[in-house]
């Protein structure tokens, strides 16, 4: 009998294994990935023009940990959970202790400074669970631009952990308004993206508009009113330069360059039609690329420089369309409830983020380039002029309050982490620029 | 006689208006003749253009001052974390031929699972252990140690044996709702609506990791996308890393003492 048994269990084991037991993981955490940033370490503190090398150390993780929380994807732990490494820790943390804490992600690094006057500022990134170091990179900056090699730092860090590229190290070009509504006094202001170096680069004086950065180099268009010709410019921030754009009799706005920088596209309006016309910045010629009865404006160049997004009113309301970037082409694509208007083609390819103006509503949305998978990202009053991060991830927009109250705000392409961005003033139309070389 | 001087007086004050206002319009008509072309006045121009020197890279990744960093042991001392034995190889991300090594090695350092002793072992566990009880007498060998047994009899069940439905479900479920949590998809990723990953899991009997989570496949990665498909398999490490020791009910070990998990997000998007 247990020799029966027997035999027949021993051919069973003989069968080749069987299929392994495969579960489906189809949900997850939306939490922060919590992170412990504790201050850089370094050795003797050595005073420099940007404050002695512990405090840098100290300030420095908190750049980090404000642009981590920022995304809304990290969550740096208190400083108190953990001891702070020692320099001789960096290479080798306790990572006891960061997972005690709970803590997924370790950054930490040092500071120190150079017998030449620079600082070196390193970076180290480290999964807690595996203990195995992620990235490491030094940074060698003046004192001038420690913030720099923070953001690098946090760049660094961002694209490890989420796969994309970092956002961190660019500004954010914007119109500051002040004063009463009916002599509202507006300036444009460049800021760093975490709101650091804020500074006004017009007085006021002149009405100016629209400021948009170029992808590859320090340079603005933007929209002046003076001496109520109301023109498009281009503003060499290097150089001072200021080069009028193309000769019209008549009103030209809504400027936007291309990815390389080498074209500026824009909307010249006659007689209550306008037609989006691109500009050739080296050789200061421009062509037409609509034509008709229809109002044509806000285009944007897809990140290939291949298409062109923009609103017409051309089938009767205000409505997205994709043309050539010859002009070529056009197909509408958005559909639906309202109007759209003002579309930004993402860095990434992927998405158009624009205005959906519903309701008495207006909100940011993105829809994918061929007209499918429109959402709602944000619910309020008034939401209007998208304009994405270097990485195409963020999305930042102005927002009017009932009571005529402006400001910045970025929101998570996800629709998620609805934030405001501070400046001391109040703020519309912002434009964010590349990531800095 | 008033109306003779109202007159007068209205006659002068549009004399008035009418200098005026052609004087008004001159000034307005003036700058006109100016060029048009005028641009706008940007302040401190040189002072706003500074964008600070790059950071320049640094071969310093590591501090190198102002001591050397203490001859930085090779392995730190490694913390109590019984649940997570250090890999020997750093194990990387997704197809990485260290990590497979590392855990080639681990698999082959771990004790090779005894093939069942013949004739011993029964169908079931129940009907084997009243054999063993009632054969021991007779025996000539020695009496096993208990956690022999119990290794033997789980090496018993035959592995294609399939779990009852209830059972599997059960299994599944309570490993589902342990590891999601724990899961940090990327989600808002490009690619993450066709990204999936396939990692095999082995677990010691108290529900600890017994090795680094083997990577197994991967859908959705493309050449554009190495830097995200990588970290899209580190969040499901992550996951199964944080979430250990599972509670798993033990008389199914042999059925969770190894198993797939594929991380799909695609529903969550």
């Known amino acids: 009998m247990i020799r029966t048994f027997a035999a027949l269990f021993l051919a069973l084991i003989a069968v080749p294994a069987a299929a392994q037991l495969r579960i489906d993981i189809t949900s997850g955490s939306q939490a922060a990935m919590p992170v412990a940033i504790p201050a850089f370490p370094t050795g003797a503190p050595v005073a420099t023009p940007a404050g002695n090398t512990a405090e840098l150390g100290r300030q420095v993780a908190d750049i980090i940990s404000n642009n981590l929380s920022g995304t809304g ?19 080798a943390p306790p990572f006891g202790s960061f997972r005690t804490a709970a803590a997924q992600a370790l950054v930490t690094g040092f500071v120190t400074a150079n017998p030449d006057g620079t600082l070196t500022i390193g970076c180290t990134l480290y999964d807690v669970f595996s203990e195995e170091k992620l990235a490491a990179q030094g940074f060698t900056v003046t004192p001038a631009g420690w913030r720099r090699a923070a953001h690098k730092c946090s760049d660094i860090v961002y694209s490890r952990l989420t796969g994309e590229s970092g956002y961190f190290d660019s500004r954010i070009v914007y119109v500051a308004e002040s004063g009463p509504r009916t002599k509202r006094v507006k300036r444009l202001a460049v800021m760093d ?95 037409r690329l609509t034509s008709g009865n229809s109002i044509d404006t806000s285009p944007s160049f897809s990140p290939d420089g291949r298409a062109i997004v923009f609103e017409s009113d051309r089938g009767g309301s205000q409505q997205l369309y994709v043309m050539n970037a010859d002009g070529s082409g056009a197909q509408r694509i958005s559909f639906g409830e309202g109007r759209a208007g003002s579309p930004v083609w993402s860095p ?70 609805d934030r405001r961005i501070p400046t001391p003033l109040e703020a519309s139309d912002p434009a964010w620029g590349p990531l800095l070389r | 006689m008033t109306e003779g001087r109202a007159l007068g007086i209205a006659a002068g004050l549009h004399l008035l208006l009418l200098v005026a206002l052609s004087l008004g319009l001159a000034g307005a008509i003036a700058p006109e003749s100016e060029p048009d072309v005028t641009p706008i006045e940007f302040l401190d121009v040189s002072d706003v253009a500074t964008v600070t020197t790059p950071p320049k890279p640094s071969m310093e990744a590591a501090p190198q001052d102002p001591e050397p960093p203490a001859a930085a042991p090779e392995m730190p001392e490694a913390p109590p974390a019984p649940q997570v034995p250090s890999p ?83 299994l599944e479920q309570a490993i589902r ?65 944080r979430c250990a020791p599972l509670q798993l009910p033990a008389d199914l070990f042999p059925y ?4 797939e998990l594929n991380f799909d997000p695609r529903l969550m998007t």
């Open chain 1, 73 to 91: 994807l990290f969550r740096p732990l208190p400083a108190g959970a953990f001891a702070a490494p020692t320099m001789n820790q960096v290479n």
């Open chain 2, 256 to 259: 969770w003492r190894e198993f």
């Open chain 1, 348 to 417: 990434r390819g992927d998405l158009i983020a624009f205005t959906r103006i519903q309701g008495g509503k207006f909100r940011i949305a993105v829809i994918r380039p061929d007209g499918s998978g429109e959402r709602l990202l944000t619910d309020s009053w008034q939401d209007e002029g998208p304009s994405w991060s270097p990485n195409g991830r963020v999305i930042l927009f102005s927002r009017t309050e009932r009571n005529g109250r402006s400001s910045l705000r970025s929101i998570d392409l996800t629709g998620r982490n």
């Open chain 1, 193 to 287: 993206q975490d709101g650091a170096n804020h500074r006004f680069l017009t007085s006021g004086a002149s009405l100016v508009l629209m400021p948009r950065f170029s992808p590859v180099n320090e340079t603005l268009s933007y929209m002046s009113f003076q001496n109520d010709r109301p023109r498009m410019w281009i503003y060499n921030m290097g150089t001072g330069q200021q080069q009028p754009v193309g000769d019209f009799d008549s009103m030209s706005f809504a400027g936007r360059f291309s990815p390389d920088g080498r074209t500026l596209v824009f909307s010249v309006t006659r007689a209550g039609n306008s037609d989006i016309h691109a500009y050739d910045v080296a050789s200061r010629t421009t062509r």
């Open chain 2, 177 to 241: 709702a342990q590891i999601a949590p724990c899961w940090n998809p990327p989600i808002g990723g490009a690619d993450v609506a066709e990204m999936t990953a396939v990692l095999r899991i082995r677990l010691n009997r108290d529900g600890t990791v017994a090795a680094p989570p083997e990577f197994v496949s991967q859908s959705g990665a493309t050449a554009g996308n190495q830097a995200y498909a990588r970290a899209f398999v580190e969040t499901a490490r992550r996951a199964v890393l």
């Open chain 2, 88 to 170: 020997p190889t750093p194990a990387k991300a997704a197809p990485d031929v260290a990590a497979q090594d590392a855990i080639a090695e681990a698999v082959a350092a771990a004790p090779a699972r005894q093939p069942p002793s013949k004739a011993k072992p029964a169908a079931t566990a129940g009907q084997n252990a009243a054999l063993v009880d009632r054969s021991k007498p007779k025996a000539a060998a020695k009496p096993r140690e208990t956690e022999d047994f119990e290794k033997t009899v789980e090496d018993a069940i035959p592995k294609q044996a399939k779990l009852s439905a209830i059972q599997a479900a059960t």
